[in-house]
């Protein structure tokens, strides 16, 4: 069974720190590329940050580059987004998503997360 479960979302001051987590299973985590996603109330889900497979390349979104961090654990099938300097523009519900192929020239394949909130308010 695949799963995502996301974790570390909530209240948080501007200016503060979270850490959100994304604990994976059913799958060959270490050959898939992951990501994290967000959504705010009303607007289209956006790409945050993006990690290859091997942790090797990050891309970051320009609203959030220099003040979030992802990284990845392949040992243990975890993949993180270090959060810092929120601002309240920041407040959306979080998504980890799993992106794989099965072999070359063929589709790939995501797998998505419920979700975690994070509320960036004073």
């Known amino acids: 069974q695949v799963q995502l479960v996301e974790s570390g979302g909530g209240l948080v001051q501007p200016g503060g720190s979270l850490r959100l987590s994304c604990a994976a299973s059913?799958?060959?985590?270490?050959?898939?590329?992951m990501s994290w996603y967000r959504q705010a109330p009303g607007k289209e889900r956006e790409l945050v940050a993006v990690?290859?497979?091997?942790?090797?390349?990050?891309n970051y979104a320009d609203s959030v580059k220099g003040r979030f961090t992802i990284s990845r654990d392949n040992a243990k099938n975890m993949v993180y987004l270090q959060m810092n300097s929120l601002k309240p523009e920041d407040t959306a519900v979080y998504y980890c998503?799993?992106?794989?192929?099965?072999?070359?020239?063929?589709?790939?394949?995501?797998?998505w997360g419920q979700g975690t909130q994070v509320t960036v308010s004073s």
């Open positions: 059913g799958f060959t985590f270490s050959t898939y590329a």
């Open positions: 990690i290859a497979s091997a942790g090797g390349s990050t």
């Open positions: 998503k799993a992106r794989g192929r099965a072999g070359p020239l063929l589709p790939t394949y995501d797998y």
